[in-house]
């Protein structure tokens, strides 16, 4: 218990603290936002800071903080310590910088900000790895909630129907104007995704269960090394490639630059939170981390949630937990289609407030999630996992570059440079390791991540150095 609270108390400092430093060195100002500036009343849509909070936490959320910490709790209670620093020190930068830059160039998306500050040739990878890594998870958010509802309703509403059913919606979402549909229901699932993780929290309180207490040995059993597995598994708990994606919408309905910090690293933190609150649960309800493990492949993520749910809460867990695993990866599904809508329209100069012309980047998109609803969710998710860490790598070095031309010192620029060379052999020794990647051994992934995250850091200090002389 001593564990989980020093934990929360780490996260809530740290927006306070590490939270403000970041909005010191980034010194938002008063001139006037996108949102103000231009509004189009489909994607620049001004909107109360509460508002925008929320939408911005469920987008970013999803079941991305309950599903990725119940598969790092396997790993046992270490993962606290990648929840807390992990979100402190790079994903609640990632996701300020990648939101507060964006205001600054107009609303643009990740991959355009990305294309000014690395380089032409960082621009277009970015661009094709951004959409595909966004169909990716749409289309992971899409079998899921369409197979726990197929579970719950006749037969002859099976996962087909939902996944067509789903994607219907899908497609309304991502064309309608962003305070009709997303602007109206979000704040709400927003709310329940918060009082779902208090609901847990409490009853785990309640029934006398032990939450388990930090340890730095590897509790994984079948003995799965932490590095690098750990910190590609967690993904949104902690930091997330995917929410550089999702701030470039709400930078498009902030009022105020100074609101960026409750925004952008706020619910970034609170994500976290609720991460710490389902990695305890799920150490905790089953006692070691085997019978999670175990739990996890025979009831999967959304059976797990639903167990654990049902069993602290009841009727209200019950009902909480279905909400939460459907509603909440659903929409993330949907923003994540309307990001990759609004990734291709800045990349082909597609005027978005024609709806012809929306549709017309809308369709292909939805067609190719489609498809990839046929696939193994398992396979996807490890596929998006990894893309997922690698799109934060490459946003921190592009933000990293941002405050070397724009921060009043250039060391400033370490407070996401750090990050993104951590995240740089994360990546890396990942993919060389990993089933879906080259099987190496350790013996040679290991310094090889190394020595790639050395030789990212050597080039990025070169391009710095080149900076200072324009």
Known sequence: ?????????????????????????????????????????????????????????LNIAGTGPIFGALMGAVFGPVVFLWIVFGSILGGAVHDYMSGMISIRMDGASISEIVGKYLGRTAKQVMRAFSVVLLILLGAVFTTSPAALIARLTPDWMNTTFWVVVILAYYLLATLLPIDKVIGKLYPVFGAVLVMMAIGIIGGL???????????????????????????????????????????????????????????????????????LVWAAAGVAFYGVTGGLQQA?????????????????LGFVGGALAIIGVVVCPISSGDTAFRSARLTIADWLHIDQSNLPKRLAVTLPLLLAGAVLTQVDFAIIWRYFS????????????????YLVRNAK??????????????????????????????????????????????????????????????
């Not at 690698?390 to 570059?401: E, H, N, R």
């Not at 060391?411 to 990546?427: D, E, K, N, Q, R």
């Open 296 to 312: 996890l492949k025979t009831l999967g993520e959304s059976g797990v949630v639903y167990e654990i749910s049902v069993s602290l």
């Open 205 to 275: 309180i309640a029934g006398g269960y032990s939450l388990p207490e930090i340890s730095f040995v590897n509790e994984h059993p079948d003995g799965r090394p932490i590095w690098p597995f750990m910190f590609i598994t967690v993904a949104c708990g902690a930091i997330s490639g995917f929410h550089g994606t999702q701030s470039p919408l709400m930078a498009r309905c902030l009022k105020s630059e100074k609101d960026g910090r409750k925004v952008f690293y706020g619910t970034m933190i609170s994500e976290s939170v609720i991460a």
């Open 1 to 57: 218990m001593i564990t989980f609270l020093c934990a929360t108390i780490l996260l809530i400092g740290g927006y306070w603290l590490y939270g403000r430093l970041t909005e010191k060195v980034f010194r938002p100002d008063d001139r006037p936002t996108p949102a103000i500036d231009h509004p189009d009343g489909v994607d620049y849509v001004p909107m109360k800071t509460w508002r925008v909070f929320l939408i911005q936490l």
């Open 386 to 401: 990894w893309s997922n860490q690698t799109l934060a790598m490459i946003t921190l070095w592009a933000a990293a570059m």
């Open 409 to 470: 010192k250039r060391w400033y620029s370490l407070m996401c440079a750090i990050p993104a060379t951590f995240m740089s052999g994360v990546s890396c020794t990942y993919i060389l390791m990993a089933e879906e990647g080259f099987q190496i051994s350790k013996t040679i992934a290991y310094p090889s991540g190394a020595i790639f995250a050395l030789a990212c850091a050597v080039l990025f200090a070169k391009k710095a150095g080149n900076q200072k002389k324009l």
